[in-house]
């Protein structure tokens, strides 16, 4: 491998530096090293040679490398440091070092051309055919409630495990719920009371009091009522019904629970409700609980109605975990209470300066707008963050828009990744997959330690660890190593 080799030479060209009040610049030299090793057969300082600084440098470096013409002479120059060190230190011969030196004279000018030069842009071309520009089309997941690992139940203790902000239906749609409980209409809650008040007293009693039976037809069933309540509340979706099966069969102990008919008395008792092959407490289900909770002095906090908050409470609220049926309809109902312009105004807004996988679920809900909120999304093109991803929806409409820079598809390049990293880090086998399939190639990911972006080392280190190419993911732990020691820099 040669990132022995480089490291070594990197030291000892920083010692040899010191030793002679030389400025070295050890990042230059070092990809230098890189590509000569990775692309050349240059597999030790003295395998260099003349013919390696043309291809290197008029070749490889414009092909590879983002970096304006004006950067040039930095370059070279930088080669020249090599060059000096490469005959001091005995790795060439006088005679080499001096043809070295001559032909940098001779690409010095010619460098900035092939910089410069628009048939040198593979990189940039690579990263939409690599990647893919449908990349950008895709959803941000926004967190939301997938089933955990449960192992064993919940501990209901509030200091153990706190509650989750929970989501509650409208009063009036809670009662009028009520009216179509099987349970209610064969034993009525008392007249007179507030039905919700009389309706949480009678899961309260149901939760806390020996039924025997009278909910799921089992007396040890009723017992665990609690438990099961408890575990749907908490995970805050539907769950599959074979996860309610292993709870209750748990509880019974001895045998397989018959579950058909238990989730029909479940259903009866207006506490669950069974779609398909999954199933999650009602509406008036969780009202009643969380009362129950109150009623204990366990904290139980409600989660606010995403519609009504400003775009950064909407985007922090979903950030927090909202399943995904109530996030679409907090999004549309959202939506639906601004224009378009307004709404990608206030979200670009709260996006600026942002972290990327809040900015990914600005950019995914305000790429559910239309042509009108172009005024908008076009005033972000001068936002430095922004500005790839305002230019990516301008073009999707088939509006006019600025063609991206090489730097601009490097850095949404990262940023794209950015926006991944929560799922690849649930789901670290998929991620490598998807990798395996449609990540970037290695040349554009030894570029991305150049990026100024705030997750690019991180992102690296992911790449580093995902991808099951040896050749691709060795390119990522080096870009992730250049990229911290440009930061420490």
Request: glycine fraction near 8%.
């Amino acid at each position: 491998m040669s990132i022995e080799w480089v490291n070594q030479a990197i030291d000892d060209l920083r010692a040899w530096g010191r030793t002679r009040e030389v400025e070295v610049d050890a990042d230059e030299v070092r990809l230098l090293c890189d590509y000569a090793s990775d692309y050349l057969n240059v597999n030790e300082l003295g395998d260099f040679s003349p013919e390696t600084f043309d291809e290197l440098l008029l070749s490889i470096y414009p092909r590879k490398v983002i970096a304006p013409p004006e950067s040039a002479p930095e370059t070279v120059a930088a080669a020249r440091t090599l060059v000096d060190y490469l005959s001091e230190s005995g790795q060439v011969s006088a005679e080499t070092a001096g043809l070295m030196r001559e032909r940098l004279d001779d690409i010095e000018p010619r460098m900035s051309g092939a910089l410069a030069d628009p048939a040198n842009f593979g990189m940039a071309k690579s990263l939409f055919s690599s990647i893919g520009p449908e990349s950008l089309e895709q959803s941000i997941a926004i967190p939301s409630g997938e089933l955990p690992d449960l192992g064993e139940a919940p501990c209901d203790c509030p200091a153990c495990t706190p509650l989750p902000a929970v989501r509650l239906a409208d009063p009036g749609d809670l009662r009028a719920a009520l009216e179509a409980v099987p349970m209610l209409a064969e034993q009525p809650l008392p007249d007179g009371d507030e039905p919700l008040t009389a309706w949480a007293q009678r899961v309260a009693h149901l939760l806390e009091q020996d039924t025997g039976g009278a909910v799921t037809g089992s007396a040890e069933l009723d017992e665990g009522l609690y438990d099961l309540c408890d575990m749907l509340y908490r995970l805050q979706v539907r769950v599959p019904v074979t996860v309610i099966r292993d709870h209750l069969d748990e509880i019974a102990g001895d045998g397989e629970v018959d579950l058909p008919p238990v989730l029909g008395r479940l259903e009866w008792s207006g506490l669950l409700q069974v779609t398909g092959d999954s199933a999650e407490l009602t509406p008036q289900g969780v009202w009643a609980l969380r009362e129950h909770y109150l009623s204990l002095g366990i904290d139980a906090p409600q989660a606010p109605d995403l519609a009504e908050a400003d775009a950064l409470g909407l985007i922090e609220g979903l950030l927090e975990g909202v399943p995904t049926e109530l996030a679409e309809d907090d999004i549309t109902r959202w939506l639906s209470g601004r224009v378009s312009g307004e709404a990608a105004a206030e979200l670009l807004a709260a996006a600026s300066g942002a972290p990327a996988v809040a900015r990914g679920i600005a950019i995914t809900i305000v790429d559910r707008l239309g042509p009108d909120a172009e005024p908008a999304v076009r005033g972000y093109l001068e936002d430095q963050e922004l500005r790839p991803h305002a230019i990516h929806w301008l073009a999707a409409r088939g509006l006019p828009a600025p063609h991206f820079t090489q730097d601009e598809l490097l850095w949404v390049s990262v940023d794209m990744l950015a926006l991944a990293m929560p799922a690849a880090e649930e789901d670290p086998e998929i991620f490598a997959e998807n990798m395996a399939a449609s990540g970037p190639p290695a040349h554009l990911i030894e570029e991305m330690w150049r990026v100024d972006h705030p997750d690019v080392v991180d992102v690296l280190e992911l790449l580093g660890r995902s991808i099951p190419d040896g050749t691709v993911a060795k390119a990522a732990r080096k870009a992730a190593f250049k990229a911290r020691s440009r930061a420490i820099r």
